[in-house]
């Protein structure tokens, strides 16, 4: 091979690793770009669902909360007012994209979970909870390997995970 060839194959896989690692920088930001859109536009579904939902059962998580606060942690696990709720629960989110519904109280008391087995536990350190009672709906994307959803297991999912303050009438935030 001549000096010149040589020089024409060492400059043309440089390029071609150069154009190879452009491309994966490209795709590497697409895909950052559109996980957060994605992330963005469930985010403000699920805070829209949440809205929807909250102001449907205000006054059903009222009586919950004043039971919840008043309650034996045997008695919410056995309790027919927690049944109740739940079937409310289910009503409403017949046919909607939502996996999990936890309500808490602002200092992170699992008021409601439909995993029963949560109920009544304290969410210590919980950032969206954390956040959401202090006004400030948050979301994250989040990658859950088996998770119980409604009755069933449900393995391997990507899911955004929101929490958005519940407000009272007057704007008082009362739980998460």
Request: no cysteine.
């Amino acid at each position: 091979m001549s000096a010149v060839s040589s020089r024409f194959w060492r400059f043309a896989l440089i390029n071609l690793v150069g154009i190879i690692a452009v491309a994966i920088a490209i795709a590497a930001l697409y895909r950052y770009v559109a996980v957060e859109n994605f992330k963005e536009m469930r985010t403000q579904q699920n805070v829209e669902l949440a809205v929807a939902l909250s102001n449907t059962l205000l006054d059903e998580i009222l009586e919950l909360q004043e039971f919840v606060e008043s309650s034996s942690l045997l008695e919410l696990k056995t309790s027919p007012e927690i049944d109740r709720f739940a079937s409310l629960i289910d009503i409403e989110l017949d046919l909607l994209p939502i996996y999990t519904v936890n309500i808490f109280t602002p200092d992170g008391l699992i008021l409601y979970s439909t995993e029963r087995q949560r109920i009544g536990a304290k969410m210590l350190m919980n950032k969206g909870v954390e956040a959401a009672a202090t006004g400030q709906p948050t979301s994250a994307l989040i990658r859950e390997d088996s998770f119980n959803q409604y009755d069933r297991m449900t393995e391997e999912r990507d899911m955004v995970e929101t929490y958005l303050p519940l407000r009272d009438e007057s704007g008082q935030v009362i739980g998460v």
